[in-house]
């Protein structure tokens, strides 16, 4: 039957669409992920192609293998119209007859159909329609494994050697004792080993004003995880989420896979927060209120106290403060209180943190500090959803947060400042006429290209000169005009590596 | 405003309400999880109860204490009618008394109330209606902190020596190099470490002639997240989808979660297996072949050839091979193939695997076995559930699989085998009237009691003796009537304990 399918495409399709229609007719039309759109535009399509140009190989063979991936993944569903040949051989920076030569492939492979009038299409692919999601394309670029020169779109750290050190030798944290007490149990934690909860409470406790109890945190797989569980503890399919317009890729990927609908407010525009609230009556939204990412900047305090008020006011509401980034200062000002810190008194206020960015990314170490209800919710979700992360790990953490959390800060603080210091000088240096707000905090700069220049022509180009950028299209919640003018620029690069990486963006023609 | 709620139930509650009426207006019927049941019956509310009564305090108190967190975790959802107080204490076998001052205190807490004529029900708290979900009872119990004497329901094992060395001193199974290695990665690895990627493959090329690349193969946090991300990615909620019944409770967990209708199945009966298909045509079929759980039996050779080719006439459907008990067996014939194995040219035939009941739970290791384009589709869905598991464990693991497998299966054998012979040979001394197949492997046994005795009652009465089982319908997926009668016994204690506890078993009453 899969043979059927293969040799009768058409038959196929006309099985699987029937069948699609009538599953759809079933769904309400708002709360459910739009059916595939028909056409995908050039710059969309680039955006998801992400690094297809940096392997070896011929450029059309690069093209055709990267648009077949994506169609395996569903990202490009089956039916959608490809690009006219024309439009996305200028968006990528290729001739023309380089994406002729791709859709050939596609068609030559049985991905890929051409019909008079109709363009190139997509047909169909082992896929459902929890398949046909609308991807970003974002997360995609982990995946791939296609290296380039210089890469400014991973704000990902180097591991602080602190933490190396444990986990390479676990015994120089924990006692015989301790170690042993870890493997006589089942191994299951769904709220988190219980050292790991109360070391998480003590940190923020102490080190961020923030009075919390162990029974008020549950550990996760990073922030990711954090973000994916609220989003599936309190938001239904078609629901709107409030997000900052930039904001964390992540979490626009896990709202467009959950069914909702992210409505973005510029940065700390509280006006326009307090309108979408009023409009939308959200059930989450979810902030960066501390080094923004990506933006870098902080929200004043009496901005977060009027964020307080407006917790208060829609007590319906949760509230999320990422505070993934908040212990990445780049100047000495006194640090602002957490939201959660502001008053004891709103529930709906929780915390979301993580060591990936201070102390390693293969930790994937992450918490929610909530209400005791709330976690108990969200522990019932990560048990049906992954029985609890890795035990053994958990108490090496724990003791590191415990006995190392401000000398590895030092550390991670000491590796980050210069090579903030790198960029902005080349950026100075190399490319004045772009504008962007000097980072208060965080591993990245948000920066606004000259002109109405469009930033996912740029990324192709940089690509093609071995130069990895985010375009901003895929950190906004709405494909908003102005993020589409604007570069993500990550500096986790060795501070020579950023100088040559801006320096040869410099040397990139401005798309028009 | 989070005040007002409180103080004025009936306020809040009519807006909710009004609200939660809104959103379910515009919501089908079919797909979405139904609309909050107006009542529960006194025997799901047992099941959901579980531990309640093994803590030290007044029973009235405890039941309250448990009651009042079911409603914070909106497992007994706002509006919910609590059982009539006398037929809530006959299951629990416990006073009517005991049941009417549990009820008073969340009276007195502002978490029910009582009104003339419609008995007790849950008023509103914090919660969405995401969050009101067919929670499964089951895993309540991991998540549950109060231990009994003797805990026959969790089939969790003994950390195996080999491996709580090597997690001890990770020097002693990998090189300085090849930790280094680790660590000076950005620790990201949605599809999992490509050395682990490369020992499961191994280990299933040669240990279960299943010729497998490791591009085949996605890392996941144990086999209960290989099963979330397969729902997430191939199920649309609303849609069926057919397991055995009895099954592995955590796969209803997550389906339920995701909104998916479980259809039942009897174990090994493949007529009903081909008419649930044809009337249902599911997007995902799960299977438990080998060893399956609860039941312990195997798929024979003739049935499993069934499958594959009820596989090949449903190219749509994904059939999902659940190997996480494979490794156990309990005699020594030779192992059965995997679904897989079985012909090399089904690619909707895929395997879920863990290492939780062979090594250690606590390492969190599952994974999946799937052609390369739902490997793809699988990696963007954990990219945004979590960005990829913890990343040291898995070099340690990887050296494991590759090193060490056969001697840890080894060691597992003769750890389990003793415990199989106590409880089969204690079920034939004690309780000689019981009805169960001798299991083929596994650790688990799925026993009917004699007559028609109720085991959701029996599992009360026995918990009220410090013993826990799970009765029969938490692993049901359609709360099958004759699943009612059963309990699964899993034999993960030590011999003598298991002993102990059917004894203890035998002085019970039966319930009618």
Redesign the interface.
Known sequence: ??GT?LTEPIHGEVA?TA?ADG?LA???A??FPETPPARITAAALADLLGYWSASDGPLYRLLATRLG?LA????LPTGLRLPPERELATVLSVSRNTVAMAYQVLRDEGMADSRQGSGTRIVP???????VHR??GF??R??GTSPVEADLT?A??E?APQ??AA?????SVLSAAA??A??????????GLPDLRAAIAGMLTTRHDLPTRPEEVIV???A??AL?LLI???????QPVVTEDPTFP?VL??LH?SGARPVGVPVGDMTRLERALAAHRP?LVYLVPTHQNPVGVSLPLTARRGVLALA?????TVFIDDMTVADLPLTDDPALPLLAALDS????VVTVGSL?KTY??????GWIRAP???I??L???K???????????QAIVAALIAGRNDEILKWRADWLRPRCAAITAALRQYLPAWQWACPEGGLSIWARLPGNADAGAFTQAALRKCVAVVPGRLLSATGDADARRHVRLAFVLPPDQLTAAIKTLSAIDLPP
């Open positions: 039957m899969i399918v699987r069948w599953m079933r769904l309400p708002a709360p991936r395996d993944t569903a990202e692919h082992q896929c459902t329609p929890a398949g991807a970003n997360f995609t982990i995946l991973l990902t750290v591991c933490v190396a986990l390479e030798d676990p015994s170690r042993r870890i493997t006589a149990t089942p191994g299951y934690f769904p709220y996760t797989t990073g990711q995880q994916d599936r503890c309190e938001v239904v399919a078609g992540g990927d896990a896979r059930p208060k006011a829609y007590p319906d008194c709103t529930p709906n990936s390693w990314g293969g930790l994937r170490t005791q209800g709330i108990a919710r522990a019932s979700a048990a049906a959803a992954d029985l609890g992360s890795t035990a053994y790990q």
